[in-house]
């Protein structure tokens, strides 16, 4: 009974808990971007090229200082929540006591924020098997056919897109550090097009497609039962 409690919620407020949830989770892995995680690992590369001979130190301070600023503007409001009370130049600065390595404050940094970032992407498939489940059991307490194609139509298609458009943005953001204000948007913008595309996708089922049985056709009405 308490399962059945737990899918009932399920099914009527998935759109509650998956689009803020996934527009949240989205943000933030725009904003651990490898794009900015890269300007972090970008000073151990500036410390390598000073330590060896090709810059000067004040060469070293000056780059430093720009891919750190950089990453401050970048994190905006959020650097309290990813570096705590210290600032961001406080946080990624060449160790100083004996026994470690020099650039172990860099490397522990950027691994944390990578981690972080990982943890985002699994909450992104947990949210998209809450929105599979619920779609499921909407088929299953469905009775007329055409209502459950639509469904499953709906579905798909919303999950495709969301799907697609994280691959397309990942890509970006592989190379290019986006500021949190940009974080927000595409994935605010990713969410209402993946919720959108599936409304549509649902209109046009209904409006040409309407004889084509989905549901019967792939084994999901045998399973969603």
Known sequence: ??????????EQNANY???PGGAALGAKGNLLSPGNIGLINSVGDHYADYKSGKIAKAQYNYRRK????????????????????NTTHESIRIARSGGIP?????V????RLNRLATLSKAGG??????GLTASCKQIANTKNTQEKNEIFVETIASTGAGIGLGAVV???????PIGWGTAIVLAVGSTALSYGTGKIARYNYNKHGG???????????SICR
């Open 1 to 10: 009974m308490e399962n059945f409690w737990a899918l009932t919620w399920l």
């Open 17 to 19: 808990l998956t689009i």
């Open 66 to 85: 720009l891919s750190l600023d950089k990453l401050k503007m970048n994190i905006g409001p959020f650097g309290k929540w990813l570096f705590g009370k």
């Open 102 to 106: 020099a650039t172990s404050n860099i």
């Open 108 to 111: 522990r940094q950027a691994d």
């Open 125 to 130: 498939i947990v949210l998209v098997g809450v």
């Open 170 to 176: 990942g890509l970006f953001l592989v190379s290019n």
């Open 211 to 221: 004889q084509i049985d989905f549901v019967n056709g792939t084994g999901v009405g």
